[in-house]
């Protein structure tokens, strides 16, 4: 019954899953950035609007094993901070759009989308992250890139 019910799930994901991506931003020579005080060190801006904000367009920040991914994504927002300064708070509220991928074990990626808001806000902003796929990784219009505070002694 369990071999069963395994082979009807992969059949109905890679049924669901388009032959061809439709990720416009993947670049597979992208180094990850370093991390410095458990936060990516990420030193440029997106020039493209949908950079994290539509699903062809994610914060490719992959090729990372699924279990990694909670974690890479604390990297990349504390890395990140509001426009003027703010904190940042984000939850995952659901994945989509499946594609085939070489560096899952289904041989289909998804795409997470995170709900983000600035501290002082009500506004919820929703970006899109791949874990299965390499990318730059910058930081979205919207954002700034935190800035280092340096300890005086």
Do not use: W
Request: net charge positive; with cysteine.
């Amino acid at each position: 019954m369990k071999i069963l019910f395994s082979v009807l799930s992969l059949a109905l994901l890679t049924s669901c899953v388009s032959t061809e991506s439709t990720l416009k931003n993947v670049d597979n020579t992208a180094i990850r950035p370093s991390i410095k005080d458990k936060a990516y060190v990420i030193t440029e801006y997106a020039t493209d609007n949908k950079y994290g904000y539509d699903q062809d367009y994610p914060i490719n920040i992959g090729f990372i094993h699924e279990k990694q991914e909670d974690i890479n994504i604390q990297y990349y927002f504390n890395g990140l901070e509001g426009p003027n300064g703010e904190k940042i708070s984000y939850k995952k509220v659901d994945t989509c759009c499946p594609f085939p991928s070489k560096n899952s074990l289904m041989g289909a990626g998804t795409v997470g989308i995170y709900e983000v808001m600035f501290e002082g806000s009500s506004k919820k902003i929703t970006l899109y992250f791949n874990i299965y796929e390499k990318g730059k990784i910058l930081c979205p219009k919207g954002f700034s890139i935190k800035k280092k505070v340096v300890s005086t002694n």
